[in-house]
């Protein structure tokens, strides 16, 4: 007897997957649809009709009566049209219909989503296209159908469509190299991603009364409680009761959507968590972390709970990363970034690795691009995330092998060692030749590279276009030389060795927190871009057009766009955080500390109008110190309220817009909250306008 459990049986149940299609559809069409999903072939125009009536038809008996067109503007989250499936009938009734154009073609209005002047702001028309290598799914009521969403003149306004392209351009030169490697059975070269996602959960009813938290996603104003994270008592710690019953629900509605969450856990901080999936195809990968991200607020909504997936909601913690573990494999199923037993010998493996080595070095600047925004500035450099100089940990086994093969030396293998546990009931552990470094902003861990600067609130779209596109281009020259070479093995051994020479200075082993590799990293000639502000506008260097246009992934001008979108939502974050805190301190803080302080002057004199020789030095010593502050609360609320008026002057330049709100708008910030931060540790609790971090960070 079989026996199948309830994870089994509602794994993918709303999905309209490999399963669902071979159910509902004839078997040519759906053979066409698997080819068109697996292999990348074009999909037949002609079957479109068949696909929307069988997608209708499974969407009806999942209880939805809409389907959308679900793609992903340049805003950072996904967007949504509904309409329903029906149509009028005579006798004043209606059937149900879905047609192959409805399912293909989609009009969105687009004149409200973020295009960086690819169209004037009249120009309202766009247009979304399915997706078939991403299966549609039913949430709620509603079909969703993954598109593309481009403009009526054709540039893409999306962050799918360039994925989509740089996954085309690396199996295009992945395949050309390996051909010339021998692998001559392989036809496509696949990237995968397995994003793992850093979030936090605080009571719903507790964040409704924090307008920081309404409007900036992350506390602007708030005093560390007397303990915070440094007993390391909640990594890995015991789920609470309410935190495992939201983890609970949260797998049920994941599972349903066929996303693999995989592992769950306490993360750092108080109240931070982890949820990482198992590997996907990069373009799935990122359409299910995009839902991911969706379910965990809904989720969260249903447990009175709040989920925060900035990048630093809380200073003085540890703020949320969402590190992508990326690999590349082959249609044959061979993982090209998998050593293997022996990995001196795997002449495949070893280029492949130098061709990554190549591309981080070269294009330094594009993976610091590609973590960039005004939240992810607050996280990077700090004790729980990687610095803004990009470097690669590759291990002291690799290190050996490629130092072995530039040298031209033979390799002395490191032999793996026993632990011994020192206790007779346990097995002595295997050793691994390498440790893992967590401090690398790149790091190779076994069969894949883990780029850990991504920020909890990114689409992973950004940095996986950019890995691809980076690795494309190495592959693209190496092949190059290849192709001109009379010996394979030799030339190989060659470009391993040059590529070595030439871009070694990338990796480092050790400990990228520490002072003293800053310096190190600059005596290299490695980049540092601490902000975003010095980091965006690498994006349009010609080297960088160089690139994505060779490849097509992006024209011109939409890089330029995109570039122009990114400091313009920069500048617009700062904004609103600085708009937020002056009506923050202005209307709940600064009112809240003149009672305070009121009170407790009224409160000294009624003491000594009691008792002539009272001592009333505690009130005078709070009533110095808390006048002061007040003082300068209101100095620092004016300062920043001139500040954010003179960016006014700076509209019509959008990276002189972002540089104005960096170096003079965010220093403003800092000041204020440092004297409120001061003053709330010094006033009464039933006075404190609003929750602070003991209550939001402690009481889940």
């Known amino acids: 007897m079989e026996l199948h459990s309830h994870t089994e049986e509602i794994f993918g149940s709303m999905v309209f997957n490999n399963a669902a299609m071979k159910a509902k559809l004839p078997d040519d069409v759906y053979s066409a649809l698997k080819d068109t999903i697996e292999e990348g072939k074009s999909l037949d125009a002609g079957i479109a009709d068949i696909v929307a009536k069988a997608m209708m038809e499974w969407a009806i008996e999942k209880g939805a009566t809409h389907y959308t067109h679900w793609f992903q503007p340049m805003t950072g989250i996904t967007a949504e049209k509904h309409d329903s499936f029906i149509s009028p009938a005579p006798g004043g009734k209606v059937i149900m219909e879905f047609s192959g154009k409805e399912l293909i073609k989609g009009e969105p209005d687009a004149s409200s989503f973020p295009s960086g002047g690819l169209r004037a702001t009249f120009e309202a028309r766009g247009y979304t296209a399915w997706d078939p290598s991403s299966y549609a799914f039913v949430k709620g009521k509603t079909l969703y159908i993954p598109t593309v969403f481009c403009s009526y003149s054709g540039e893409t306004l999306d962050k799918k469509t360039p994925l989509l392209r740089s996954m085309e351009a690396i199996s295009k030169e992945g395949t050309r190299l390996l051909h010339l490697l021998g692998d001559t059975d392989v036809t496509r070269v696949t990237t995968t991603v397995g994003p793992e996602q850093e979030y936090f959960l605080v009571d719903r009813k507790l964040s409704y009364k924090r307008p920081d938290l309404l409007f900036a996603g992350r506390t602007?104003?708030?005093?560390?409680?007397?303990?915070?994270?440094?007993?390391e008592d909640h990594y890995f710690g015991a789920i609470k009761p309410r935190i495992q019953a939201f983890m609970d629900d949260l797998n049920e509605e994941l599972w349903k959507l066929g996303i693999y969450a995989k592992t769950e856990h306490n993360e750092v901080a108080p109240a931070q968590h982890e949820l990482a999936p198992i590997f996907g195809t990069t373009n799935v990968a990122c359409d299910n972390n995009q839902l991911t991200m969706e379910v965990l607020k809904d989720v969260a909504r249903k447990h009175d709970l709040s989920c925060l997936l900035h990048e630093k909601p809380f200073a003085g913690i540890n703020g949320s990363g969402k590190h992508n573990n990326w690999s590349l494999s082959t249609n044959t199923g061979i993982n090209l970034l998998s050593p293997g037993k022996e990995p001196a010998k795997n002449t495949r493996f070893l280029l492949i690795l130098a061709a990554v080595i190549k591309a981080v070095d070269e294009y330094q600047d594009l993976l610091r691009v590609s973590c960039a925004s005004a939240g992810n500035?607050?996280?990077?450099?700090?004790s729980e995330a990687p610095p803004a100089i990009i470097s690669m940990f590759i291990g002291d086994e690799l290190e050996a092998i490629l130092g072995s093969i530039e040298k031209g030396i033979p390799y002395e293998a490191i032999i793996a060692k026993k632990m011994e546990m020192g206790v007779n009931i346990l097995p002595d552990l295997a050793k691994d030749t390498s440790d893992r470094n967590r401090t690398s902003p790149f790091a190779f861990t076994n069969n894949k590279f883990e780029f850990r600067m991504l920020g909890s609130s990114f689409s992973i779209a950004g940095p996986n276009i950019i890995l691809n596109t980076i690795v494309a281009e190495s592959f693209s020259q190496f092949s190059d030389i290849l192709e001109k070479a009379d010996d394979i093995e030799s030339t190989v051994?060659?470009?391993?060795?040059?590529?070595?020479?030439?871009?070694?200075?990338?990796?480092?082993?050790?400990?990228n927190y520490s002072d003293e590799w800053v310096e190190e990293a600059k005596r290299r000639g490695l980049s540092n871009l601490a902000t975003s502000v010095d980091a965006l506008p690498k994006l349009v260097d010609d080297k960088n057009i160089a690139l994505f246009t060779k490849h097509g992934v992006y024209t011109e001008t939409e890089l330029r766009s995109r570039c122009e979108i990114l400091l313009e939502n920069y500048s617009k974050v700062i904004r609103i955080e600085a708009l937020t805190m002056l009506e923050m301190a202005r209307r709940d803080i600064m009112p809240a500390v003149s009672k305070y302080l009121a009170d407790i002057s009224a409160a000294a004199i009624a003491i000594k109008n009691a008792v002539a020789a009272a001592d009333c030095t505690m009130q005078e010593d709070s009533i110095s110190k808390i006048s002061?502050?007040?003082?300068?609360?209101?100095?620092?609320?004016?300062?920043?309220?001139?500040?954010?008026?003179?960016?006014?002057?700076?509209?019509?330049?959008?990276?002189?817009?972002?540089?104005?709100?960096?170096n003079e708008v965010l220093p403003k910030m800092n000041a204020l909250r440092d004297i409120v931060d001061q003053a709330e540790v010094l006033i009464g609790s039933d006075y404190w306008p609003m929750p602070t971090y003991a209550d939001l960070l402690f009481k889940v």
């Open 220 to 231: 602007l104003f708030g005093a560390m409680p007397p303990k915070g994270q440094e007993l």
């Open 377 to 382: 500035d607050h996280r990077l450099g700090a």
């Open 493 to 511: 051994l060659e470009i391993i060795r040059d590529t070595l020479a030439k871009h070694k200075r990338i990796i480092f082993n050790g400990n």
């Open 628 to 662: 002061a502050l007040l003082a300068q609360m209101y100095t620092q609320t004016n300062a920043l309220q001139k500040a954010v008026d003179g960016a006014h002057f700076h509209e019509e330049n959008v990276q002189g817009a972002a540089i104005y709100y960096c």
